[in-house]
């Protein structure tokens, strides 16, 4: 096995009884104290074709943070680039704030030739991640354009491990460039700015076909933890004769578990979901866009013993809907509520496009001011066309409507917000420090889709 997928799949043995207790051995690769380099390297997704970007420890995704929750965990990171800063945030994590990582909060860049340390309680369980988190603006070789992001997975005190293999899978496109990209469906007005598209795309760092297959047997729940660390598309993925029973969303287990055909996943979400592996064959486990698959986004899942090319089938048609997963709708008090509209400014014809929340892009961005220990909901009213995952940092939040439908339980730390479409979630102020509060697409909030929660 090569070197890059060796450290992308992290494969249990098999059927390890659930009943026993008995810890997965990946468990054994737990460490409290990391050390990640940012390096300039090169990378070979698709057979000859090489691509050259910045990544930690010279591998796509970076190593696998494994650690149990509640326990210190410690991380050098080093800056080995030439005459470029850069931060690491701890994406989905309750940290202090001058361990987040978001230079807007006042944490400090780290200067190439420097090494800073991050240290920290690990909470709250789940599937989290890492990545750069630097202002990119036109430059592509910046931030999350890079390969610069990583798997960072908490363990629960109490792991059911009801699984016989799990796979950190993160979705991923290259090679980006600004192209003028006029939706004809979304009609008037036809001013709108640059927008990114990309060549090539990958599960964990390889095209589909060229990463190792994932291997799986018959009888098999495999678990698959996914992550859409991807700058600024969104993607629907499939596995042909297989459905997907959502565990949790964005690291946190959600309050009715779904079994779907088709994940969603919009840039900074994670999905944990387990397969029954009860279709034996060789298939093609990628996007449903049919474009976005030719380009790389897949992986092929082969059965022992199984032998041909592998096989890719549309899914039925199906639509992503947050409120399954969440339970009915219940009345709660907030101590407040901030309503915010997010719209866009087109850039015209080659110009770049702005973003502004109430009117306004950061930094003039008004704050949300709120006092520790109390409740908060925010109001998401999409007036653009496009979709906006919406992420606030060190903080959990609870989505309470979605697209007009009320529903209650479902915690994540990102959540889209589709084209003129509104969404609502509620927050408690429990750990004080500024946060970040920003659209996870690398060129919104480079544009001004950005503010700060601040307590008073
Ligand atoms: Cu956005």
Request: proline share 7%; glycine share 8%; net charge negative.
């Amino acid at each position: 096995m090569d070197r890059l997928s060796r450290g992308a799949f992290l494969t249990a043995a098999a059927a390890v009884p659930i009943a026993a207790g008995v810890s997965l051995p990946a468990a054994a690769q737990r460490r409290s104290h990391y050390a990640l380099t940012m390096n300039l390297t090169t990378s070979e997704i698709a057979p000859g074709h090489t691509i050259e970007t910045i990544a930690y420890n010279d591998t796509i995704p970076g190593p696998l943070i494994r650690v149990r929750e509640g326990e210190q965990v410690t991380i050098d990171v080093t800056n080995k680039l030439c005459g470029i800063d850069d931060i690491v945030h701890w994406h989905g994590l309750q940290v202090p704030v001058s361990a987040d990582g978001a230079m807007e909060e006042g944490d400090p860049m780290i200067e190439p030739g420097t090494t800073y340390r991050y240290t920290f309680v690990a909470k709250p369980a789940g599937t989290r991640w890492y990545h750069a988190h630097a202002i990119a603006k036109t430059d592509f070789n910046r931030s999350l354009y890079t390969g610069q992001f990583g798997f960072f997975y908490i363990e629960p005190k109490n792991d059911p491990g009801r699984y016989d293999k799990e796979a950190f899978i993160a979705l991923r496109q290259w090679e980006p460039s600004w192209v003028i990209l006029q939706d004809l469906r979304r009609g008037p007005p036809a001013d709108n700015g640059l927008e990114v598209n990309y060549m090539s795309a990958s599960f964990n760092g390889r095209a589909l076909g060229f990463g190792d297959p994932i291997r799986v047997r018959q009888g098999q729940r495999v678990l698959f933890r996914l992550l859409n660390a991807d700058a600024t598309m969104d993607a629907s993925i499939a596995l042909p004769a297989h459905r997907f029973t959502v565990l949790a969303l964005d690291g946190n287990p959600v309050p009715v578990p779904q079994t779907v055909d088709v994940l969603y996943l919009a840039p900074g979400e994670r999905i944990d979901a387990v397969v029954e592996m009860n279709a034996p064959g060789v298939w093609v486990f990628g996007a449903t866009q049919n474009a976005m698959r030719t380009m790389g986004m897949g992986a092929v899942v082969e059965y022992a013993g199984a032998r041909g090319d592998p096989v890719w089938q549309a899914p039925p048609p199906s639509q992503w809907d947050y409120t399954i997963f969440a339970r009915p709708p219940v009345t709660r008090d907030v101590d407040g509520i901030f309503p915010l509209t997010f719209d866009k400014i087109p850039g015209g014809r080659g110009g770049y496009n702005r973003w502004t929340i109430n009117g306004k892009s950061w930094p003039d961005t008004d704050h949300l001011v709120v006092q520790r220990g109390k409740r908060y909901r925010i109001v998401l009213n999409n007036q653009s066309g496009d979709m906006h995952p919406i992420h606030l940092h060190r903080h959990t939040f609870e989505v309470t409507n979605w697209t007009g439908k009320a529903m209650s339980g479902l915690m994540k730390d990102v959540v889209a917000v589709p084209g003129r479409k509104t969404a609502e979630i509620e927050f408690v102020a429990d750990n004080p420090g500024t946060s970040l509060f920003h659209c996870h697409m690398q060129d919104h909030q480079d544009f001004g889709f950005m503010t700060l929660v601040t307590y008073t």
